[in-house]
């Protein structure tokens, strides 16, 4: 029999989680890794390692393959390209400290697209091959420009399947814009920072009662479905955690998506303690999760969730989700997704478009309407996988991990970092632990809530044990 | 409070201490992995201190994948006829 690789992470208690590279996991104690170690395992183990596929008979073939097919399953395949952000306009109405975008004035000029980059944007939506697309309008506030947004919408009737989704900061609501948000394909993502006096200090300077307003007339007009809003929390002065979490569920919102202040855009000066996040915040952040998993449990008709780890979670359970463009292996650049400016530039994500515009590093792609595989395309590609860094290959979490170089050049100005050193690196090993560690903890209550976030109804454990 | 720990390593294991002792301080920083003949001596006055043990054996362990993931992943693309 062959052993295939398992890799070890040490849990808070004694024992070890192994993972095979494709993902498939079970706890152990240290006597059976120390068995495991010398290769004197006994008849029960390896029964048991035997029935999960850890163990192969070389002249097995179908055990073999059936592994290397679990291995590729956990390969992104990025498809053709299908989804495009469009940010018709810079412009903004709000001036937000940690506004990701340095986004311009509402009355500035030169800040949005010209005839020519919307007849470009519509050329470059005709070409796309995909019979499905999803376009999200960013900003500025894309609703400054409904009749832009408009033609897009209309140049996507050809698509057997639509989504878009127009990312506003709700300031403004005039009868022309709920014309458009009344279509059923279209989704509105908004910002809500917590109760009306975090929001206000935070974003809207005295306008919150009008973001407020206008949120619960578009909850009460088409439901939470349509819905989805963020917070963006300062780690340094977080909100109350039950305050955050009733302003979403107040309103019918269960999906709250624990972002703290991105290093991008404004942030990077203002902000500048957001580059890496401390102890503090991760304390923050399980807190706000066993604070969900206890309220879920209580009211068992609701399930509140945070979004990110609901994605990590669904990384560990699910193969093949590699649709969050945050976290995905490999993260191909301005494949399957591309990012078309005010000024038509391409960027292969937003994060991308952030950092250019901060002067940090140029990832521009090219302009809509020419070919964007150039130099900065094929060297962002070339360094798009986690498969073969020497860290990587020594942490139990890659199958599930990711990429995102975006993200590296933003925090460290360069992609090789050693990963270890990187936040992103750290923020998932903290991130996997705290799931593995939900997986294997036998209250009823946070059973039941992987279970919700999972989608699942069964009730059989979702981690095993060595014997 | 500063814990410590010897680790004792098999004959076996040797080839693979040093780089274990290496990545034990990249992926814990709080730790410090000094390699001897025979033995490693792990310390930490981070939470991680009560979970050396865990911790060195994963290090040894991941070491020992890395290695043979690269033969494996050969094995796979010459499955794949490559």
């Known amino acids: 029999m062959t052993a295939l690789p398992l890799r070890c992470r040490p849990a808070a208690d004694d024992g070890l989680l192994f993972v095979n590279d494709s993902g498939s996991f079970f706890r152990g104690d240290p006597e059976f890794a120390s068995r495991l170690l010398s290769g004197r395992l006994e008849q029960a183990d390896e029964a048991f390692l035997a029935d999960r596929g850890h163990l192969v008979d070389e002249a097995d073939a179908l055990s073999f393959d059936a592994h290397t097919f679990n291995v590729a399953e956990r390969i992104g395949r990025a498809g053709t390209l299908d989804y495009l952000i469009l940010v018709p306009t810079l412009r903004c109405n709000l001036a937000c400290t940690y506004c990701q975008v340095s986004r311009v004035a509402e009355q500035a000029r030169g800040f949005d697209w010209s005839d020519a980059h919307l007849a470009a944007v519509l050329e470059l939506i005709d070409t796309l091959s995909a019979d499905q697309v999803k376009i999200e309008f960013q900003g500025g506030e894309p609703t400054l420009r409904p009749d832009l947004i408009r033609a897009v919408i209309e140049r996507c009737e050809r698509f057997s399947a639509r989504q878009f989704v127009i990312c506003t900061n709700l300031q403004e609501l005039s009868p022309e814009i709920l014309q458009l948000f009344d279509r059923s394909d279209l989704f509105i993502s908004t910002s809500l920072d917590g109760d009306p006096g975090t929001h206000e200090r935070n974003r809207t300077k005295g306008r919150g009662s009008k973001f407020f307003a206008n949120l619960d007339l578009l909850l009460s007009r088409y439901g939470a479905e349509k819905i989805s809003a963020l917070p963006t929390v300062d780690p340094s002065s977080p909100p109350e955690i039950d305050a955050l979490i009733d302003a979403f569920r107040s309103r019918g919102l269960t999906k709250i998506f624990l972002r703290p202040i991105n290093f991008q855009g404004f942030a990077r000066k203002r902000h500048s303690h957001s580059r890496e996040q401390d102890g503090a915040w991760r304390s923050y952040y399980e807190r706000f999760v066993r604070r969900l998993v206890e309220l879920n449990w209580a009211n068992q008709d609701t399930v509140l969730e945070e979004s990110y780890l609901s994605i990590c979670l669904g990384r560990v359970f699910r193969p093949g989700r590699d649709r969050h463009v945050d976290l995905r292996n490999p993260n191909p650049a301005g494949v399957d997704y591309l990012v078309v400016d005010y000024d038509g530039s391409l960027y292969p994500t937003d994060e991308a478009r952030m950092l250019t515009r901060s002067g940090v590093i140029d990832l521009k792609l090219g302009t809509v309407g020419s070919d964007w595989k150039g130099e900065t395309w094929r060297m962002l590609n070339s360094h798009s996988t986690n498969q073969f860094d020497p860290a990587c290959s020594r942490c139990a979490y890659q199958p599930y991990c990711g990429r995102d170089l975006v993200d590296d050049l933003s925090r460290y100005g360069r992609v090789d970092m050693a990963r270890t050193s990187t936040e992103f690196c750290r923020k998932h090993q903290w991130l996997f632990d705290l799931i593995f560690e939900l997986v294997y903890d036998k209250d009823a209550a946070v059973q039941h809530s992987l279970r919700r976030w999972l989608r699942l109804d069964c009730e059989a454990a979702l981690g095993e044990a060595a014997p | ?82």
């Open chain 2, 1 to 82: 409070m500063k814990i410590r720990l010897r680790v004792r390593f098999a004959p076996e294991d040797a080839k693979h201490a040093a780089g274990a002792a290496h990545w034990c301080r990249q992926f814990y920083p709080s730790v410090s992995a000094v390699l001897e003949q025979d033995s490693v001596l792990l310390e930490s006055d981070a939470p991680e201190g009560h979970r050396l043990a865990g911790i060195w054996a994963s290090a040894l362990f991941n070491e020992r994948a890395a290695l043979e993931q690269a033969a494996f992943r050969l094995q796979v693309l010459d499955r794949l006829g490559q």
